[in-house]
């Protein structure tokens, strides 16, 4: 019997070596012009337990089948770790023969704000100048260097609970050469781009100060029971969804506001909609992604870290 070779395991550091933002965001958005259905993605598991849940998210695309299984653990940062920690497994599509092993809590932390620039370069202003980030966490420095490598103009705001994780998190965009300094909710009404990158199961600013043609982009929660933005911010945008079936079983963004009968489920647009031209940005009212997630987005990514790390041995 034939041993299966070791897997080679793609560290944090080689995940964004081998895939930047940009790059991240065309492999996204190339996937949906190819004309993958997020529909068919399975839905998120949740395992719960003492110290909060794992999460297992398995997606199948062309070539190859992957499983992110992710632990959320809001005591952790007490105890000097990291929220969320996370393992990808990249498999074979033909054989099922497991191929890498990938740094889960990267490759994220890549895919997510990535995901967000997909929507953002159809919803946003054309040439956006300021940009207001909620949240002062990986999530939130990562939203900032994915959209100012898309809108290199862009200043940026960061906006937080606490002053020292503004002060990180400006440090460490300072480190990659990006400017930030310290916002407050007061300057969402100049602001062209929002991001609310949050853990917050409450609104983070009130709604009605958005401009119309403005772009929020809400990726803070994965619970039906939990938003960052109101129901008047939903009410009066255009509203994009990643999927429909995933925003009615995990986003509180999307379920209350319907809930409060201030948004129609049924008329919501989805994310592939939006990037091969079915809709596009409004101009006389905001204009809303919401995303919690989805498999296929970890799948698209890790695939072109496989294939750029097999090109380089």
């Known amino acids: 019997m034939t041993a299966s070779p070791a897997l080679a395991f793609i560290t944090a550091d080689e995940v964004t070596e081998l895939v930047d933002p940009g790059t991240a965001r065309e492999l996204l958005r190339q996937t949906l012009l190819d004309g993958f259905d997020p529909a068919g993605d399975p839905a998120r598991s949740h395992l719960h337990n003492a110290a909060g849940e794992l999460l297992l998210m398995p997606s199948a695309l062309n070539d190859w ?11 952790n940062p007490r105890l000097g770790l990291p929220r969320i920690q996370a393992v990808y497994v990249l498999f074979d599509g033909a054989t099922l023969s497991p191929r890498l092993m990938i740094d889960g809590a990267a490759l994220t932390s890549l ?12 919803l946003a202003d054309p040439d956006p100048a300021k940009l207001l980030v909620f949240g002062s966490g990986p999530q939130a420095v990562g939203h900032v260097v994915a959209l100012t490598t898309l809108f290199p103009r862009l200043s940026v705001s960061i906006v937080a609970r606490r002053a020292e ?14 400017e930030a300094t310290a916002g407050s909710a007061d300057e969402v009404p100049e602001a062209d781009l929002i991001v609310t990158a949050t853990s917050s199961s409450e609104p983070v600013f009130d709604g009605s100060g958005v401009r119309d043609g ?22 009066r945008s255009l509203v994009v969804v990643e999927d429909l079936g995933t925003a009615r079983r995990e986003c509180g963004d999307v379920v209350i506001a319907a809930g409060e009968g201030r948004l129609s489920l049924g008329t919501l647009p989805n994310l592939s909609d939006l990037v091969c031209g079915r809709i596009s940005r409004a101009t006389d009212r905001p204009n809303v992604f919401k995303g919690s997630g989805m498999a296929w987005q970890d799948l698209a990514v890790a695939a072109g870290i496989a294939e750029r790390y097999t090109g380089n041995d």
């Open 111 to 122: 895919r997510t704000p990535a995901t967000s620039a997909v929507a953002a370069a159809e």
């Open 65 to 75: 089948v992957g499983v992110k299984l992710a632990g959320v653990a809001p005591e």
């Open 165 to 178: 994780g503004v002060a990180a998190a400006i440090g460490k965009l300072d480190a990659l050469g990006i």
């Open 214 to 235: 403005a772009c929020v982009l809400a990726i803070g929660s994965h619970s039906p029971a939990r938003r960052e933005l109101d129901s008047t911010l939903m009410g």
